[in-house]
């Protein structure tokens, strides 16, 4: 267990400063924060509406560009190093393919959460500049955004495992989409009557990431309150679907001709 943590720290560190000395995390910042301060021009006439416009739209911001981050780093994790050869020499070192996909996870997840400490920092910095107050709302709901793309890049290193980047980038955005709809097929497949579309249905709930239960934006926007238990579960299925996909990535590399 000890080596197996050790690889996994070694990998994970060593992912997370190649995507912190990339280009496209640092421009993907320095492009995030002019479009932050640049939500206050926005005319807004009624009192507490603006507060809101900008929770809104800075939550907006940090989900729609860390997907860019993970689509784009996930992709550069286990593929090249597939493709130029230099997993061989990981492996000597690590001696473990599950360390390996676990590691090259923990980069990732070490990159989001860089990116977003620093975007809600910022978000939370400007209100309180502002508006004299602290909106500690903020942190949450970019922690639950974060959760959420973790959980992403759990299912698109599983598929690159065994996939070219064209069909993990499909099948990625195919399962993000379904995530978000799960509980309008589900009820539709029960409208159908069948027991075979609602056997079909429960095995698509157990397979696709249900990512519509990490909508808690518009709690977070008009400062609606939030249990602990809600974020712990959220955190705690967060875990499991992640670990479930990594397991299955390290078992299909595990097999893998390499």
Not at 219 to 225: D, L, Q, T
Not at 240 to 256: H, N, S
């Given at each position: 267990?000890?080596?197996f943590l050790r690889a996994v720290g070694w990998i994970g560190w060593y992912g997370f400063l190649e995507a912190v000395r990339s280009r496209l995390l640092l421009g993907t910042m320095f492009l995030v924060l002019p479009l932050m301060v640049s939500t206050w021009l926005l005319d807004v006439y009624q009192v507490g509406l603006q507060v809101k416009v900008v929770k809104d739209l800075g939550l907006n911001l940090m989900s729609g560009f860390g997907l860019l981050i993970v689509l784009f780093v996930s992709l550069d994790q286990i593929i090249p190093d597939i493709e130029r050869r230099s997993i061989s020499f990981i492996l000597t070192r690590v001696g473990n393919r599950q360390a390996y996909v676990v590691g090259r996870f923990l980069g990732v997840a070490l990159t989001l959460a860089f990116f977003h400490g620093v975007m809600a920092g910022f978000l939370t910095a400007m209100l309180r500049w502002h508006d004299q107050a602290w909106f500690w709302e903020v942190p949450l709901g970019a922690f639950v955004v974060f959760l959420k793309q973790c959980v992403l890049v759990a299912v698109v290193l599983f598929l690159t495992t065994f996939a070219t980047k064209i069909v993990v980038i499909s099948l990625s955005v195919l399962t993000y989409v379904l995530g978000h709809i799960l509980d309008i097929f589900r009820m539709l497949l029960d409208?159908?009557?069948s027991p075979v579309l609602g056997w079909l249905g429960e095995a698509a709930m157990a397979v696709v990431p249900d990512f519509s239960l990490f909508e808690l934006k518009v709690?977070?926007?008009?400062?609606?309150?939030i249990q602990a238990s809600a974020v712990g579960f959220l955190a705690l299925y967060s875990v499991?679907?992640?670990?479930?996909?990594?397991?299955?990535?390290?078992?299909?590399?595990?097999?893998?001709d390499l």
């Open positions: 267990m000890n080596s409208r159908k009557g709690a977070v926007i008009h400062e609606f309150p499991c679907v992640a670990l479930f996909f990594l397991a299955a990535g390290g078992t299909i590399l595990a097999r893998r």
